[in-house]
């Protein structure tokens, strides 16, 4: 299991699907710095190489 990307719900996902790993905002800090974590969001077929098949 691991943090999904912001828009994602839990009935969108399907055992098996593509996913891409991606980055977002957790919390800005009390000095000003945004701190990040990685995510797993939905592959897109735009982003895959060659186009969708």
Known sequence: LGKVAEGTLAA???IGME???TT???FVDDDGVERI???WRIA???SKK???S
């Open 44 to 46: 897109d077929a735009r």
């Open 19 to 21: 996913m891409e790993l």
């Open 37 to 39: 974590v990685y995510a």
């Open 24 to 26: 977002m905002a957790l």
């Open 50 to 52: 060659g186009g969708a």
């Open 12 to 14: 969108d996902l399907k």
